[in-house]
């Protein structure tokens, strides 16, 4: 472990997240005096008032399948990262490589991992890298809301951006709620448990007028990532300890938002995550240790303004990332030492959408974003590539009482170019997308929904230029997607059932030109190419309910369920074989049950049968697994202050299972959680 490096890596972190912090303070300084000068509107905050916990809070009106979770549903999951939540979601398959501390990803549908965009308080987090986000490094203790849209949000009104990938996460920061006379809000949390785990964390909040509140959220984890599974050769089964798993990370994130006299809304947000980890790697032909170290700096700035008038709106987005990576292989000697890689990447991004309301019923919308990605790297060979992407969007909708019908067509127009070697070509592709929502009988509660949407994705840096394995020939990526589904939603009074909802989508996407890694002609080396097809079919269904009991209880349980057809349709041996790692059949479940200051919750995960390669054999075979998690927590006023404890057990019967092959799981494990809100 190279702790000078470490530490020099964090003084450089905190030099520009405070450098940048401050100038964006400052400003907006000048700007709150301004603003509380002009403010003659009073807003009252008032004491939030829970009616029902229920996981899908979205109208049943949204043209495209959706699943949220907010506020109390969110807190009954006590998860540590964004990958613990969304792993309940219906037609998510999360890839976890194990520990606090491992590579977790989301893939919606089987359309891949890159085809999921995520967006943080409504801008994206890019990684033109590798296309995909880590999960694992996005904290739960200041998310107050996390949004899964297949295909895209139900909105006309969003960045082209938003219309771009086959599905979306949208993660929202908390909210403030300020009681009267209190202009502060300050929450302090500690987590400790398995695995060595240790994770204070800290939010503040403080309104500085009526109309503008800042928010600062901090938070350390720590963790050894040592923890028992179950391991066998074929020959001999025996129980060892993961190795190499640890993790030390620091998040460090501050924001101003407000509104204005106009009723519009601006927010800006300074971001910094820092970390170290073990990579401990595949346990393969009796192999437990590993020495494999990365080291990760995210930072960015990003800003928002958004206006919403009566026949004119306006939505302005800007964005800048700064990302670093080391990679360090002891296990590969070269003629410098030790194999130790470094990424940098730069990523720029601004972005307007015009909305135009031309009756009661017909609006237009017309955005445009631009980004700017460059890449650079201290491995052989390496191109130095840079990306301008234009996305442009001409979005419609017409509503009216009992039909909702949205179109858009949405053009991408990239220019590659590399400081060495051959860059890939330049590209425009124009691609639609429609959907609608229908209500058929006098009753709002049920809806029939569908869209069509095509869309493609673009190569990442790493398939395109990696030395020996990228191909910069490589087409995009291109999917169709149809759905069609219903929606049921009834909130009842006087009734022992306060709330149910469900929902039923049938699917169907494909796949051409999918990217995927085959072996050249040295097995050591693998090479990019575009040569699959995939179908995929599936049926998603979602029921959540709410129940009182006496007025004093609360239950409330939820059940989803997931069938999925994901083929191969190249045509060879391998045509019409379920493609690596999606299971036909998957679901959750869960329940709670609330109590004056008690709280019970139980949930369960189930993923079927898979195969690690595409060849469909029992050598490929891996086995379903299943989770059972129990979590109790105790919540009560203290001297006008709020005082919560909680404990949490996962996988409570021990099972040793693997999402990805050869990286082991952990079997049952405790965190337990204190926090104190002023």
């Known amino acids: 472990m190279e702790l000078t490096g470490l530490y020099a890596h964090w003084r450089t972190g905190f030099a520009v997240i405070f450098k940048y912090i401050a100038a964006i303070l400052v400003a907006m300084a000048c700007c709150c005096l ?18 029902s916990q229920r996981l899908n809070t979205l109208p049943a009106s949204s043209p495209t399948p959706s699943q949220i979770l907010k506020g109390a549903a969110l807190e009954r999951l006590n998860s540590l990262s964004v990958a613990d939540a969304i792993r309940y979601f219906s037609g998510a398959q999360l890839k976890d490589y194990g520990g606090v501390g491992g590579l977790k990803t989301v893939d919606i549908r089987s359309l891949g991992s890159s085809q999921t965009a995520v967006f943080y308080d409504g801008i994206q987090l890019g990684n033109a890298q590798n296309g995909q986000v ?36 949208y993660l929202n920061t908390r909210e403030p709620t300020f009681l009267p006379g209190k202009s502060n809000l ?52 025996t129980t060892a300890i993961r190795n190499n798993g640890d993790i030390d990370a620091l998040r460090v994130e501050a924001g101003l938002n407000g509104r204005l006299a106009d009723s519009s809304s601006w927010s800006v947000k300074a971001y910094l995550y820092n970390s170290e980890r073990g990579l401990p790697g595949a346990i393969i032909e009796n192999r437990f240790d590993y020495n494999q170290r990365e080291w990760d700096r995210n930072i960015f700035v990003q800003s928002r303004y958004e206006m919403r008038g009566k026949v004119y709106s306006l939505m302005l987005n800007a964005k800048y990332a700064n990302d670093y ?40 919308v017309l955005s445009a974003d631009y980004q700017r990605n460059t890449m650079q790297s201290n491995i052989f060979r390496f191109s130095y590539p840079t990306r301008n992407l234009l996305l442009s969007a001409l979005a419609t909708q017409l509503k009216w009482s009992r039909l909702n019908v949205q179109a858009n067509i949405l053009g991408t127009f990239v220019k590659e170019s590399t400081e060495l070697y051959q860059s890939a070509n330049n590209r425009t592709k124009y691609t639609p997308a429609v959907m609608g929502s229908w209500q058929p009988f006098a009753s709002p509660d049920f809806h029939v929904r569908g869209f069509y949407k095509s869309i493609y994705r673009l190569p ?24 069609a589904g219903i929606t049921y939603q009834r909130f009842l009074t006087g009734k022992l059932l306060r709330h149910i909802s469900i929902q039923t989508d049938a699917y169907y996407n494909r796949v051409n030109d999918k990217i995927i890694a085959v072996p050249s002609l040295n097995l ?38 997931t069938y999925q057809q994901a083929i191969d349709a190249t045509d060879g041996s391998l045509k019409n074989q379920q493609i690596p790692y999606v299971p036909v059949h998957s679901g959750s479940v ?4 609330q109590w004056q200051k008690f709280a019970f919750n139980y949930s369960f995960i189930y993923t079927g049968d898979r195969y690690n390669q595409k060849a469909n054999i029992p050598e490929n075979y891996v086995q ?8 109790a927590s105790w919540n009560t006023p203290w001297q006008q202050h709020q005082l919560k404890l909680g404990i949490d057990i996962n996988n409570l019967f021990n099972q040793y299972y693997d999402v990805i092959t050869n990286f082991p799981m952990p079997g049952h494990y405790y965190r337990f959680k204190l926090s104190f809100t002023i």
């Open 34 to 51: 301004t603003i509380k000068a002009q403010d003659t509107a009073k807003v009252h905050q008032l004491r939030e008032v829970q009616v």
């Open 134 to 169: 880590d999960l694992s490094k996005l904290s739960m203790d200041n998310i107050g809301g996390i949004e899964l849209y297949n295909a895209q949000k139900s909105t006309i009104f969003q960045p082209a951006r938003g219309l771009a990938s086959g599905s979306s996460i």
């Open 186 to 237: 300050l929450k302090a949390s500690f987590r400790g448990g398995s695995m060595g785990l240790i994770n204070p964390s800290a939010l503040w909040q403080h309104q500085i007028s009526n109309s503008v509140y800042s928010s600062v959220s901090t938070e350390y984890t720590r963790s050894n990532g040592r923890y028992k599974f179950r391991y066998t050769n074929g020959v001999y089964d």
């Open 325 to 364: 990576m080391r990679y360090l292989n002891p296990d590969i000697v070269t003629t410098e030492g030790f194999s130790n890689s470094r990424y940098h990447q730069h990523e720029v991004y601004i972005s307007a959408a015009n909305r135009l309301k031309i009756n009661s019923f017909w609006s237009v």
């Open 460 to 483: 990442t840096f790493n398939e395109l230029y990696y030395t020996f394995v990228g191909q910069a020939n490589l087409r995009p990526e291109y999917s169709r997607q149809l759905d």
């Open 524 to 561: 050591q080396r693998w090479r990019m190419e575009n040569v699959s097809r995939v179908n995929i079919k599936g049926l998603e269904t979602n029921i959540q309910s709410g129940w009182y009991f006496n007025q004093k209880v609360l239950l409330n349980a939820g059940v989803s369920y």
């Open 590 to 593: 869960l329940a709670g049950i």
């Open 624 to 631: 379903p697994w299943y989770t059972h998690d129990v979590s």
